[in-house]
């Protein structure tokens, strides 16, 4: 009996740890070693998110507004790998070793309150950062105070045409009429409810001083976004 209840634990265990390490079929994790080429900054359409996961905290009135997610190290699209990044790198030069990067409870709640950073993330994020810092922060070379104040610092990067955006609010418009509403160095990621497809996320190429990058155009991050009708949701 004891056994046949390890052999399960560590078949569990091995299940659990590959789940963590799968990757889309277009994605490849870069060597730590390499560094990055550039930077990507992802916002959320929130009222898309809560379409699809109406249970998070925030989702009964989300604003009608991008958030942002975070700020991505990545690499350019090599073949037909085109999400390459680095990931938990651990060599931020707040990290105790390149084993353990670990966030504090108060650095997150101290994110979360700073006046110029809370409006542009969602309620109760320190869940989120925790995990934007350790897979992404941790290879961005800076500590987790410039990290994060980059998200208030670089949040002019996240331009397009809002009066043409807002006009679209609450129905649908062609997807390739939506990417004329965004400069050139953006990518965008949509999912899939009851047969029709939604705005997820748009994310901006940048370099570190937050100019574009026009260096990858194949970046796919996600579920790519087909041609279709897109819903952009308003009020949820």
Same mark, same amino acid.
């Given at each position: ?8 634990? *560590? ?8 789940? *963590?390490?799968?990757? @889309?079929?277009?994605?490849e994790?870069?060597?730590?070693? @390499? ?5 990507v ?6 009222? #898309? ?13 989300? !604003? ?5 997610? /975070? %700020? ?5 699209? +090599?073949? $037909? ?21 670990? %966030?504090?409870? @108060?650095?997150l ?6 006046p $110029?950073?809370? !409006? ?8 989120? +950062? ?10 961005? /070379? ?5 990290y994060?104040?980059?998200f ?8 397009? =045409?809002? !009066? ?8 649908? *418009? ?20 009851? /047969?029709?497809?939604? +705005?997820?996320? *748009? ?8 100019? !574009?990058?026009? #260096? =990858?155009p194949? +970046?796919? %991050? /996600? ?5 279709? $009708?897109?819903?952009?949701?308003? $009020? %949820?």
């Open positions: 009996m004891k056994r046949t209840h390890l052999i399960a634990t *560590v078949m569990a265990t091995l299940t659990i740890s590959h789940s *963590v390490q799968a990757l @889309d079929a277009n994605e994790f870069t060597p730590t070693k @390499d560094g990055y080429q550039y930077l900054y992802a916002v959320t359409w929130q009222p #898309g998110f809560c379409k699809l996961r109406p249970a998070t905290a925030g989702c009964d009135k989300p !604003p009608q507004k991008f958030l942002t997610h /975070g %700020i991505w190290p990545y690499n350019d699209s +090599l073949g $037909e790998k085109t999400n390459r990044h680095p990931v938990s790198c651990n060599t931020a030069p707040s990290c105790k070793s390149t084993t353990n990067c670990a %966030i504090s409870q @108060d650095t709640d101290a994110v979360a309150a700073d $110029e950073i809370a !409006p542009l993330i969602t309620v109760a994020p320190q869940g989120m +950062l925790k995990d934007v810092w350790s897979k992404h922060g941790t290879c961005a /070379g800076k500590t987790e105070e410039d994060f104040a980059d208030a610092k670089l949040r002019k990067v996240v331009s397009y =045409n809002e !009066p043409m955006f807002n006009a679209w609010v609450g129905r649908s *418009v062609m997807f390739d009429q939506l990417k004329a509403a965004f400069p050139g160095n953006t990518a965008f990621r949509c999912f899939t409810l009851d /047969g029709k497809q939604y +705005l997820h996320e *748009v994310f901006y190429m940048i370099k570190p001083d937050g100019t !574009p990058y026009e #260096g =990858n194949n +970046l796919q %991050i /996600g579920p790519a976004c087909a041609s279709p $009708e897109t819903f952009i949701p308003g $009020e %949820i």
